[in-house]
């Protein structure tokens, strides 16, 4: 091989671009765009020479070097060009882009000197509820905004549900000034339903009875034994003694205090107690879980941390002859499905006092709290080992298809909170028909209640609990040491209210001087 072409110099002509492109970067800034194109273009014959080069050497070494060489040289030229592009679009940036504009802008006073533009109010909209349909506000189909009729004639009013919608029924302004606090009904059934309280199974610490003239003592005197033999007696007229009938006095707060005498007589403990009341004030207060259409009120006293619940009857409208007839046949049952030494054998019913009762003083527990109360009961019966319990006799009209469900959803509802209450193990109804004569009777006991309504979802005992519990943990937390209050229930029954009294009864201050 003739090594004479050895001489040859292979990369003159890239050394004569470079140096060439090495003459036009010194040349003026205003010839670069030029000068980018001359070296693109080449950079890109300076790469098809190469490979020509390359593809004819006949030596391996001297193909590698060549290639070598012509990706140098276009790195070289791939950069100088984009070297170019990023000085074309320094060059857009320094354009201005406003122009002329832009001098007017920069001239623009802080404060306009044009007015604020008003835009015109539409129409007021009618918000009041209280006269159109449905509580739209005139709205919808009956009324437009704009002044124009509807498609429909509007309806006449509509009167609104008990216990439903808004408006100022059912958000009256308080006015009374004796307000302190109140509880909403905001729970739901289903909610208290999942709230499991305790219950503790009352037990009897003492008692009293009431004697013909107003006597009290403080024994079981009063107190009935129950006949078994009732159904011997059906077809009876309740009316029988009606003539000779003494009705019930209003003792006011004078029973209470026979309830705190038998209390102090006994030396029952008041230290671990947070309520001492009568049953009754429990009923109503377990009732208004379901029943939320008669007002009630009771009397709240707070003294070395318990609080004394006293009774308070409410006005009643005037009875007329009907109505007290209706009351006597009640008693006149009781005094039926009990024994009487006094009352020969077939000798009609006459004198009933309903002033003579019997009292139970009760320890029970509801949640947290623990209850000294008493509670009236009816008569008494004993198993076959002599053991004792009560009976509650009530009385009741014939039931038919119109009348079981309300039977059912109210007064069973009644029944079983006052037994439940006090322990009491069996109801005993008594069925009459409109002229007040005695149709059948009926033995309850008091846990099968519960099972009876919970099949048709009337009602539930748990929830009754719950209810009270809820009651009572809101009231003795509010109410203060040494201060006197009254808590009612009234229209539009959605809360209770506790409202601060003027005086605390005196039987109450008697007896906590007394202790």
């Not at 004479?4 to 671009?17: H, N």
């Not at 003026?28 to 890109?44: E, G, L, M, V, W």
């Not at 882009?97 to 623009?108: A, H, R």
């Not at 109210?410 to 109804?429: C, D, T």
Request: glycine share 10%; aromatic share 10%.
């Amino acid at each position: 091989m003739d090594y004479s072409e050895q001489d040859v110099d292979l990369f003159g002509d890239l050394e004569f671009e470079n140096e060439e492109t090495q003459t036009k970067q010194d040349s003026p800034q205003s010839n670069n765009s030029s000068s980018s194109t001359s070296a693109s273009s080449s950079s890109s014959s300076s790469g098809g020479s190469s490979s020509n080069r390359s593809s004819s050497g006949g030596g391996s070494g001297s193909g590698s070097e060549s290639s070598g060489g012509s990706v140098s040289g276009g790195g070289g030229g791939a950069a100088a060009g984009g070297g170019g592009g990023e000085e074309e679009e320094e060059d857009d940036d320094d354009k201005d882009l406003f122009g002329s504009d832009n001098e007017e802008y920069v001239k623009t006073e802080i404060s306009s000197p044009f007015p604020v533009p008003v835009l015109p109010q539409p129409p007021p909209r009618n918000t009041n509820n209280n006269p159109s349909r449905g509580g739209f506000g005139g709205r919808g189909r009956w009324q437009n905004d704009r002044g124009g009729a509807g498609i429909l004639p509007r309806p006449g009013p509509m009167p609104q549900r008990q216990n439903y919608g808004y408006g100022s029924k059912f958000y009256a302004p308080r006015n009374d000034e004796r307000f302190v606090s109140e509880l909403k009904f905001s729970k739901s059934e289903e909610t208290l339903s999942r709230k499991v309280i305790a219950f503790q199974e009352p037990s009897e610490l003492g008692c009293y009875s009431r004697v013909e003239g107003g006597e009290v003592y403080f024994d079981d005197s009063s107190l009935r034994l129950f006949k078994r033999l009732i159904t011997e007696d059906i077809g009876a007229d309740l009316n029988q003694g009606f003539d000779t009938f003494i009705e019930k006095k209003d003792l006011g707060s004078q029973g209470f205090g026979d309830l705190l005498a038998c209390i102090r007589n006994k030396n029952i403990p008041l230290q671990n107690m947070h309520f001492v009341t009568y049953r009754n004030n429990l009923n109503k207060i377990m009732a208004t879980a379901y029943l939320r259409h008669e007002p009630w009120e009771m009397g709240v006293h707070k003294r070395k941390g318990v609080v004394y619940l006293d009774v308070h009857k409410l006005p009643e409208r005037p009875r007329s002859e009907r109505d007290r007839r209706m009351s006597y046949w009640g008693y006149c049952f009781e005094t039926l499905a009990t024994e009487d030494p006094r009352r020969d054998d077939g000798e009609g019913i006459h004198h009933v006092d309903a002033n003579v009762e019997y009292c139970a003083v009760i320890k029970t527990k509801l949640g947290a709290h623990r209850i000294l109360m008493g509670a009236e009961m009816d008569c008494c019966d004993s198993t076959d080992d002599g053991r004792r319990f009560y009976v509650e006799l009530k009385t009741s009209r014939e039931l038919d298809y119109h009348t079981e469900e309300r039977f059912e959803r109210e007064k069973l509802l009644m029944f079983w909170i006052q037994s439940f209450l006090a322990g009491v193990p069996f109801i005993v109804i008594g069925y009459r028909d409109d002229a007040g004569r005695l149709v059948r009777t009926e033995r309850l006991r008091t846990k099968d209640i519960t099972h009876r309504v919970k099949m048709k979802n009337y009602w539930q005992g748990g929830v009754c609990l719950a209810f009270a519990d809820e009651v009572l943990c809101w009231l003795y937390g509010t109410v203060k040491e040494n201060e006197d209050y009254i808590l009612q229930f009234a229209a539009p029954f959605t809360r209770l209210e506790l409202l601060q009294a003027q005086s605390c009864p005196q039987e109450i201050t008697d007896h906590v001087q007394q202790l």
